[in-house]
C-alpha cells in the first residue's frame, strides 16, 4: 500500500491538479487508493456503476466499445498523466464505455462516490471539481470530433454519375424515346390501369 | 526600353506627316509597330501600318458597363481614352508556348524550349496609367528569386511612343493613385497632342538616347509648345472617380464585410476585370498531345481569379463563393498587392469599371468596404 | 539547383530508378537527372513534376537533404497527374521544375528541442527536416517525431518510424484515429500526443505538417502546452502551379504559397488560417 503523504506528493505533482486548495487535496488523499491493472484487465466497463476515477500513472488504458462477433472498437487510448473515468459525476452514473488496460496500467484511483457526496454537501468544493474535470471533457469531445473527421481518409471524390449537361438534357427532353422517361409513362399507365 | 538619361532631352515639334514618319522609321528599323486602332466599334491596340491607321477624330465614351466610340469635333489621333486592353496583350500574351516535348526513340522525351522570338515592338500611344501598369507587371515577373525571362526581354526591347492624356474619362482615376495623367518615366518619345484652329502637332520629348535619336530630324520645340503641353496634361487631371489608396489597405484587414455579400449579389464573376486589368497577371497552363502521343507542348494562358477552379487544391476550390473571389481580386489589386510589392496593384485606368458588364466600380467598393463613407 | 534552366517554367528531364509502394495509393519514387549531376535542396521545399502531355503537380521533396545524388519524391494519388506518376515505372523519364519555397529550420531550431508534428502524408514533406536534425542530433535537447494516421494500414514510412523508435535519441509516437487488426498503439487524433508532452514546451520548436484542419488544431495543442507561435511551423498547401510567383494561383492573403511558403512560421500565418475561403 502507498502512504498517503506518498499519495498526497503524487497528486501535488500532477498538473491536473495544480493549484488544488488545501480542503480538496486532503479529501481526495483520503479518498485515493494505488492501484494495479495487468494488461487485459478492465477499470471500468460500460453500464456498471460508476464508483471510481483514475489517474493513469503509467501504462496505456483503451476506451473501446465491445461488439459481438468483432473485436471490440478502440476509441481512443490514453495514458499516463490522463484522467481516466468522467462518468460518476453525470447521472445516472454509470460508466459509458469499456476502459482495458492494454500494457502494464499503474493508476491511483479515486474514490467517486465518497468524493459525489462531499461536492453535493459543498457547492464550492463541488465547483472546484467540476472546474477540473470539465476541460477534460471538453478535450475529449473536441479530439472525438476530430477524431471523426476523417483527416487523412481518402480525398479522391467517388467518380461522379454522368450527367448530362444541362443543355443537353434540355434538348434532349424534347424527344419522347427516353428510356427514363418511357419507363415513367409504362409505370403511369401502369398505375392508371391498377387504379 | 533603354533606360534615360536625362542629358539627351531633346524637345521637339512633330506635325502629322512628322508622326507618319517616325512611324514608318520605326517599321524600317525592324520594330513591329502596335499602335491604337479602330477596330469594329472599339479602338483596339494593335500592328499598324502608319500614321493613317490611328483612330482620328474617335473619342470614346466610357462608365460602369459601358463604351461607345463617339466622333469627335477635332481630329485628334489619340482623342480615344483608353482601349479595351493594355499593352500586356503585347508584353505577355494570352497565350505563350512554353516548352515543346518529344518522346525519344528508347525511352524519355526532350524538351524543347519555345520558338525564337519575334522581333522587338514598339508601342505608340502608351498612357501614363498604361506606364505604370507595365511597371508593376514588370515587378511581378522579375522582382524577385525568379524572373519571366520572355517578359523582361520582351519588356527590354520594347521602344515605348508614350502620349499624354488632353481629358480624362469618367472612369479615370489615374490622379488618385499618383500614375498620371502626366508622362514621367519609362519612355523613349513623350508625345503630347496640341490642337488648335492654326496646327495639329505633337510635342515630342525624348526619354533616353534610343528616343533622341529617333527625334534628330524633328524641329525643336518653342517654350511656348513645352507651356501648351503642360496646360494639355492640366486638363486630364479634372476626374471624377476617386480612390484613396492609403485607406483601400484595410481590404484586407475586412474580409467579412457585409459589403462583400452585396457586392457578389451583383458580380458575374465573369473575369472581364481581370481580363482588361493592365497589371493582373494570373495564368494557368495547358497540355496538349497530339493524336499520337508523341509530342507533347505546354501553354500557358491568361487566367482569372474568378474561376472556381483557379483556387483549386486535390479535393476541391478553396474559393467557392463569388464573394470570395471578387474579395481575392480587390483585396490583392489594393491590399496585399503593396505586402508583395511596396505599391498598389491599381494604377487607376478604370478599365475594370467600364468593363463589367454591371459595372461594378472599383472605387465605390474599396470605399464602402473601408469605410470611407461613400456608397 | 543545379540542374535549374534559365527559365523557370521549363521543367528538366528525370529518369526514374526506384519505385515502392508504401501504402496502397501512395508512392516513393527516387529518380537522376537524364543529364547527370545533383540536386540539392532545403527540407520542406517542392517540386513540380511534369508527366508527360498530362501535367504538372506540386510534390514536396521526401528524401534526405544530405544525399544530392538522388531526388527522393512521395507521392499519394488522387488527381489526374498524381495517378499518370503512379503509373510511371523505373526507366521512365519525368520532367522536374524545382525546388521551390521555403525550408523548415531546423538550423535556428539548434539548442531547443525539437517536437515534428505529423499528420498522413504529412509525414513526406518532414522526412527530409527530420534526416536533417538526426544528422545534427546533438544539438537538440529532445527530439520527439508525433505522427497521426488514418489506421495501421496507413502509417507511411512504417519501418523507418519502428527504426527511428529503436533509437534512445529520438522519441516517436504513432496514433491512429481508427484502430483495426492486432494494433495495440495509441489511437486517437495527433493532438492527443502534443497534450502529453515530453518536450520543454518554453524551448521547444515545433514542426507541423498534415491537411490544413489538423495543422490548425495541432498548433493550438503546442500553444495551449506552451509553445509560442513564433516557434511553431507549418507547411500549407495551396494551388501551386507555377511553383515561382508568376502564375498567382496560390496566393493566401498576402502570401504566395509557393515563394512565401510552403513552410509558414505560424504567427505569421495565424490570422489567415481563420479567414474561410481565403
Known amino acids: 500500500m502507498v502512504k498517503p503523504e506518498n499519495l498526497g506528493r503524487i497528486i501535488d505533482e500532477h498538473p491536473f491538479f495544480q493549484g488544488i486548495d488545501a480542503t480538496l487535496r486532503e479529501l481526495l488523499v483520503g479518498c485515493a487508493a494505488n492501484e494495479r491493472f495487468d494488461a487485459g484487465q478492465f477499470l471500468f466497463r460500460q453500464g456498471q456503476s460508476a464508483k471510481k476515477f483514475f489517474l493513469i500513472r503509467a501504462g496505456t488504458v483503451a476506451v473501446e466499445i465491445d461488439q459481438p462477433g468483432r473485436p471490440p472498437i478502440i476509441i481512443e487510448t490514453i495514458a499516463e498523466g490522463d484522467i481516466a473515468g468522467w462518468a460518476w459525476m453525470v447521472e445516472p452514473y454509470q460508466s459509458t464505455f469499456d476502459a482495458r488496460a492494454m500494457t502494464l496500467v499503474r493508476a491511483l484511483s479515486f474514490d467517486a462516490q465518497c468524493l459525489r457526496r462531499k461536492m453535493e454537501a459543498d457547492p464550492a468544493l463541488g465547483f472546484e471539481v467540476m472546474r477540473r474535470f470539465v476541460p477534460v471533457m471538453a478535450h475529449r469531445l473536441a479530439a472525438a470530433r476530430l477524431q471523426m473527421l476523417d483527416l487523412y481518409g481518402p480525398t479522391k471524390k467517388p467518380k461522379p454519375e454522368k450527367t448530362a449537361k444541362p443543355e443537353k438534357a434540355e434538348a434532349k427532353s424534347k424527344g419522347r424515346n427516353r428510356a427514363a422517361d418511357a419507363r415513367l409513362e409504362k409505370a403511369e399507365s401502369k398505375k392508371k390501369k391498377d387504379g | ?375 | ?278
Open chain 2, 1 to 375: 526600353m533603354a533606360k534615360a538619361k536625362r542629358d539627351d532631352v531633346a524637345v521637339t515639334v512633330l506635325d502629322k506627316d512628322g508622326l507618319g514618319d517616325f512611324i514608318k522609321n520605326l517599321r524600317k528599323s525592324g520594330y513591329q509597330v502596335f499602335g491604337p486602332r479602330r477596330d469594329s466599334d472599339a479602338v483596339i491596340y494593335d500592328l499598324i501600318d502608319g500614321a493613317d491607321d490611328l483612330p482620328a477624330g474617335w473619342g470614346s465614351e466610357q462608365k460602369g458597363g459601358h463604351y461607345r466610340l463617339r466622333r469627335r469635333d477635332d481630329g485628334a489621333l489619340f482623342g480615344y481614352g483608353l482601349g479595351p486592353q493594355g499593352w500586356k496583350r503585347q508584353l505577355y500574351p494570352p497565350r505563350q508556348k512554353l516548352f515543346a516535348a518529344t518522346r525519344k526513340e528508347g525511352g524519355g522525351f526532350t524538351l524543347a524550349p519555345p520558338a525564337p522570338p519575334d522581333p522587338p515592338m514598339a508601342f505608340i500611344g502608351v498612357r501614363a496609367c498604361e506606364l505604370a501598369a507595365i511597371a508593376r507587371q514588370a515587378k511581378v515577373f522579375g522582382d524577385r528569386d525568379f524572373a519571366d525571362p520572355g517578359y523582361q526581354r520582351r519588356l527590354a526591347e520594347a521602344l515605348i511612343v508614350a502620349v499624354q492624356c488632353g481629358e480624362a474619362l469618367d472612369t479615370c482615376f489615374c490622379a488618385s493613385m499618383g500614375t498620371g495623367p502626366e508622362v514621367k518615366a519609362g519612355f523613349d518619345v513623350k508625345l503630347t497632342e496640341l490642337i488648335d484652329e492654326s496646327r495639329h502637332v505633337f510635342v515630342a520629348e525624348a526619354g533616353t538616347p534610343r528616343g533622341a535619336k529617333l527625334l534628330k530630324a524633328a524641329k525643336p520645340a518653342s517654350p511656348a509648345d513645352i507651356k501648351a503641353a503642360a496646360q494639355v496634361v492640366k486638363n486630364a487631371e479634372i476626374q471624377q472617380k476617386h480612390l484613396d489608396p492609403a485607406a483601400a489597405r484595410a481590404l484586407a484587414a475586412n474580409p467579412e464585410h457585409p459589403r462583400w455579400d452585396q457586392v457578389a449579389a451583383r458580380c458575374l464573376t465573369c473575369g472581364n476585370c481581370t481580363m482588361v486589368c493592365p497589371t493582373c497577371f494570373c495564368t494557368t497552363v495547358e497540355d496538349v498531345t497530339d493524336l499520337k502521343g508523341d509530342n507533347a507542348e505546354r501553354w500557358r494562358k491568361w487566367d482569372s481569379c474568378f474561376t472556381t477552379d483557379f483556387s483549386y487544391i486535390h479535393g476541391g476550390a478553396v474559393r467557392t463563393e463569388a464573394r470570395s473571389r471578387y474579395r481575392q481580386w480587390i483585396t490583392h489589386k489594393l491590399s496585399t498587392w503593396v505586402d508583395q510589392f511596396d505599391e498598389t496593384g491599381c494604377v487607376g485606368c478604370g478599365r475594370c469599371i467600364t468593363w463589367c458588364p454591371v459595372g461594378i466600380d472599383i472605387t465605390e467598393e474599396a470605399a464602402a468596404i473601408t469605410g470611407q463613407g461613400r456608397n
Open chain 3, 1 to 278: 539547383m543545379n540542374v535549374l534552366p534559365h527559365d523557370p517554367m521549363v521543367p528538366v528531364p528525370f529518369r526514374i530508378e526506384k519505385v515502392r509502394r508504401d501504402l496502397s495509393d501512395t508512392f516513393t519514387m527516387e529518380m537522376v537527372p537524364e543529364a547527370g549531376g545533383d540536386f540539392a535542396f532545403r527540407p520542406g521545399q517542392f517540386n513540380m513534376l511534369y508527366v508527360f502531355g498530362v501535367g504538372e503537380v506540386p510534390i514536396s521533396i521526401s528524401g534526405d537533404p544530405a544525399d544530392r545524388s538522388v531526388l527522393v519524391h512521395t507521392t499519394r494519388a488522387v488527381g489526374t497527374v498524381t495517378e499518370a506518376l503512379d503509373a510511371l515505372k523505373p526507366g521512365d523519364v519525368l520532367g522536374v521544375r524545382g525546388p521551390f519555397g521555403t525550408a523548415w529550420p531546423v538550423e535556428a531550431a539548434f539548442g531547443h528541442d525539437l517536437v515534428f508534428v505529423a499528420g498522413g502524408v504529412g509525414l513526406a514533406p518532414l522526412r527530409p527536416a527530420i534526416y536533417q536534425a538526426m544528422a545534427h542530433r546533438e544539438r537538440f535537447g529532445r527530439v520527439i517525431v508525433l505522427y497521426g494516421a488514418r489506421t495501421p494500414e496507413d502509417i507511411l514510412y512504417k519501418k523507418e518510424l519502428e527504426r527511428w523508435r529503436g533509437r534512445f535519441d529520438l522519441d516517436v509516437l504513432v496514433t491512429v484515429d481508427r484502430a483495426t487488426g492486432k494494433w495495440g498503439g495509441n489511437v486517437g487524433v495527433v493532438t492527443n500526443l502534443v497534450a502529453r508532452g515530453g518536450f520543454d514546451p518554453l524551448n521547444t520548436a515545433s514542426f507541423v505538417c498534415g491537411p490544413e484542419v489538423m495543422m490548425r488544431y495541432a498548433a493550438a495543442a503546442l500553444e495551449k502546452k506552451g509553445v509560442a507561435r513564433d516557434n511553431i511551423w507549418v507547411s500549407v498547401e495551396r494551388n501551386m502551379k507555377c511553383g515561382c510567383g508568376l502564375c498567382g494561383h496560390c496566393q493566401w492573403g498576402p502570401h504566395f504559397t509557393c515563394k512565401d511558403g510552403p513552410v509558414f512560421r505560424f504567427d505569421g500565418i495565424a490570422d489567415l488560417f481563420q479567414i474561410r475561403e481565403l
